[in-house]
């Protein structure tokens, strides 16, 4: 017979103890401890039995010797006992020795803390939703001394969130946007882990008092330092520097976002064939001489067709513009100085250069390029000369500018959506954050202020995003829609109709993209609206993509052919015809099978979930035991719940139309 334990020797008594005994152990406040439990990750337990009484909270007694051998107590008591030695000179009035002391003052640091919770990247991305949520609340609050929030903690959370958000559109790993009553909800795809923040609306904030800020800073300290290891990370595989210089006229101006994105432009790993320039000419452009981070990111057709536009703008006369095309040379020599940032006496040179590198990038996009050409830069002869455009030119443009990306690349799709698009944002839309979107989809913007790219007047800006009743004055040549639309564009990866979101409308429903549809049971109509665009985005895609291939086709067959005699000429071309029409034959069949498909859908949608749990006989339930009836019950009563929430839906969407009709 073992030996007999007293009571509180084994069992629950001894693996975990209260908060009171783990403080008593510790020899620290209550504060303290919990600065440290918030710190090191150490959560509260619940045990099966609490010896202690039930009122009570419980640690675990591993836990507490955790947190006993961290050097971060030690810290915390010499602060401590230097908060008594100041305390102490300022009561004797000394304040030359206060002062000194507070000066000498131990500080700490926590980066052995985030290698300790994390040891590799991947766990840190996975658990970056709440350091983002904080740090962009924090980044929005006002620095306020009854509260003990200091600016400079305020300043570091907004500098942290935009570097964030520089990496984000530097990667084109936006993925998910949606607008609500709290803020802006985004999800970005980073190394293959979906990670989903919350940033506030850029209003005048209201600190409720009953909210205790010193455990919110004390969260706020952890989250920052795992920021920039995560930001530091993020900036080197991108071969970017870390931390990247803020642009002070930028900050100063509110550019926010592109304060940070210039400096990571100017940076980024240059491509072979490629010239960043500056533009320094133009007497108007408010930004003379500053290379900003949206005129380096500007597709090689956009910034010939704003050369081309200064040409313009400097000759009085129409007839150039009418002529672009065969007046190569005069347009180059009405164009302002491009300084590459070399000396004086090189620059015919440099411009040759720079002119022989846009060159290859056009003859390296070939047919693409030409495309965007004709529908962004320039849109006069756009409107000239309609014809030339292909017939199926309406369908082609809702997939944007990834046309010539293949379906299953997401990345690709969302990197090129608004490739060859120019956006002007109006002064009462939320320009940081329709800046982040619309460059993360590989967009132009502007704005009206110092830093922005181009003016309001530019010819070559295609979409004005406007958030007011009426507009006053219309140009012709671009659409005027609201934000709402850059949003839905995004989350569909289409081109979304742009007369649904016109000035003074009342724009389409706002879909949330984080709703799974087929769990919910209800697809709303803009939503099979949307999706109807999404398959004629994918048609249009493998279009292209079978164009492609028809001209590689062609290619090999003529590179093939001059091997040859010139008796085989005639099986030659039939193959040709043959070729094309099984890759009609094949197109038409893909079409008719997705047709099928989605007539399909709506009848699976239909069934619902009594397809996936078939109602029984009241014989089968007798042969289950109490528990599998008792789970076969719950799913019944949960479909049930689904199945009245879905009516439900209907009818009230049925109600909103009766009025209207």
Not at 257 to 274: E, F, Y
Not at 340 to 359: L, T, V, Y
Not at 428 to 456: N, Y
Not at 474 to 495: E, G
Request: hydrophobic residues 40%.
């Amino acid at each position: 017979m073992g030996k007999k334990l007293k009571r509180g020797q084994a069992g629950n008594a001894v693996q975990y103890m209260t908060r009171t005994q783990a403080m008593r152990k510790l020899q620290v406040k209550l504060s303290v401890f919990r600065r440290l439990c918030i710190l090191k990750g150490i959560h509260p337990r619940e045990p099966k039995k609490k010896s202690q009484g039930q009122n009570k909270t419980y640690y675990h007694t591993k836990d507490i010797s955790f947190l006993a051998h961290d050097p971060l107590l030690s810290k915390f008591r010499d602060q401590w006992s230097f908060g008594k030695k100041i305390k102490k000179a300022r009561a004797k009035k000394n304040r030359s020795l206060a002062d000194s002391l507070a000066q000498r003052r131990p500080s700490y640091r926590i980066d052995h803390l985030v290698k300790e919770r994390y040891p590799a990247f991947v766990d840190a991305l996975r658990d970056l939703d709440d350091p983002l949520t904080m740090t962009h609340l924090f980044a929005t609050l006002p620095a306020e001394s009854t509260h003990d929030i200091p600016a400079k903690v305020v300043a570091n959370a907004r500098r942290l969130s935009m570097e964030f958000q520089a990496y984000v559109v530097r990667a084109h790993a936006l993925r998910k946007v949606f607008v609500s009553v709290k803020g802006f909800y985004y999800q970005a795809d980073i190394q293959g882990q979906a990670v989903t923040w919350l940033v506030p609306h850029n209003l005048a904030q209201v600190l409720p008092a009953d909210v205790d800020y010193r455990v919110m800073l004390t969260f706020l300290e952890f989250y920052q330092t795992l920021l920039q290891f995560v930001n530091f990370k993020l900036y080197h595989s991108l071969s970017v520097h870390y931390p990247p210089v803020l642009d002070s006229k930028l900050e100063e101006a509110a550019a926010g976002l592109a304060a940070i994105m210039q400096d990571i432009a100017q940076h980024q790993p240059h491509k072979a064939g490629t010239a960043l320039t500056t533009l320094t000419g133009s007497p108007d452009n408010k930004t003379a001489g500053l290379v900003t981070a949206d005129m380096q990111t500007l597709p090689t057709v956009v910034l010939d067709g704003l050369n081309a536009s200064q040409a313009a703008a400097a000759s009085v006369s129409t007839a150039a513009l009418t002529s672009a095309d065969g007046s190569d040379d005069d347009a180059e020599e009405d164009v302002g100085e491009i300084d590459s940032g070399g000396e004086d006496d090189d620059d015919a040179d440099e411009e040759a250069a720079a002119h022989g590198a846009h060159s290859s990038i056009a003859e390296d996009e070939g047919t693409d390029a030409a495309g965007q050409q004709m529908r962004v830069a320039d849109p006069a002869s756009r409107a000239i000369s309609p014809a030339a455009e292909p017939s199926n030119a309406v369908v082609d443009s809702i997939a944007g500018g990834a046309l010539r990306v293949q379906d299953d690349d997401e990345a690709g799709i969302c990197e090129r959506l608004f490739k060859g698009l120019v956006f002007f944002l109006g002064r009462e839309v939320p320009r940081e954050q329709l800046l982040f979107v619309i460059k993360a989809f590989g967009g132009v913007v502007a704005w009206q202020g110092e830093g922005s790219p181009m003016d309001e007047t530019d010819e070559h800006i295609t979409h004005q995003i406007v958030d007011r009743p009426t507009q006053g004055h219309k140009f012709l040549s671009r659409q005027y829609v609201q934000p709402q639309w850059v949003i839905d564009s995004a989350n569909f990866r289409v081109l979304a109709k742009a007369e649904l979101y016109g000035v003074g409308m009342v724009p389409p429903p706002h879909l949330s993209p984080f709703v799974q549809t087929e769990e919910e049971g209800y697809v709303p109509d803009y939503l099979q609206t949307m999706l109807k665009l999404q398959e004629q985005a994918q048609a249009a895609r493998k279009r292209a993509a079978g164009t492609m291939d028809e001209y590689t086709f062609i290619a090999e067959d003529s590179t093939a052919a001059d091997r040859v005699d010139s008796a085989p000429a005639v099986p030659d071309v039939s193959a040709e015809q043959l070729y094309k029409s099984e890759l009609a034959q094949e197109l038409q069949a893909g079409s008719e099978n997705e047709e099928q498909t989605d007539a399909a859908e709506p009848s699976a949608q239909e069934a619902g979930a009594s397809a996936e749990v078939p109602d029984l006989d009241p014989e089968a339930t007798v042969m289950m035991t109490r528990k599998q009836r008792g789970l076969y019950n719950a799913m019944q009563r949960g479909l049930s719940k689904k199945r009245q929430r879905a009516e439900s839906l209907q009818a009230k969407a049925k109600k909103l139309k009766q009025p209207s009709s």
